[in-house]
């Protein structure tokens, strides 16, 4: 009976230390998690702004190849495209109204003006 006794302290002892190692180590993985995590963030910060830098600096530098006269050409596609980017925006909102439309079809009645 007193050998089973020892026995078993001795096993509590061992999974005591055990636990004890682990949770040291969970500590210390924590510990640099943190730091990893502030370091990606550092990172993603001043790529971000890096990445805003690149942009501005690289048309500016893009733009001051070209005439004054390109330049405003490029100004007017640019432009242009911002139009023709808001008219398929509006084209497929329209495509969804028809769409809406074509589901209740059978209600509508051409012609008719109704109360509102």
Do not use: C
């Amino acid at each position: 009976m007193a050998d089973d006794g020892i026995k078993l302290k001795k096993i509590l002892m061992d999974m005591s230390f055990s636990l004890n190692h682990i949770e040291d180590t969970m500590a210390d993985d924590r510990a640099i998690l943190v730091k990893l995590v502030k370091q990606n963030n550092t990172i993603v910060d001043y790529l971000k702004q890096l990445e805003v830098d690149i942009v501005e600096d690289y048309e500016a530098s893009v733009m001051s190849e070209y005439s004054e006269e390109e330049q405003k050409k490029m100004k007017k596609a640019k432009e242009l495209k911002e139009v023709l980017n808001e008219f398929m925006d509006k084209k497929k909102d329209l495509k969804e109204f028809e769409d809406e439309l074509k589901k209740h079809k059978d209600m509508l009645t051409p012609g008719q003006i109704g109360e509102s």
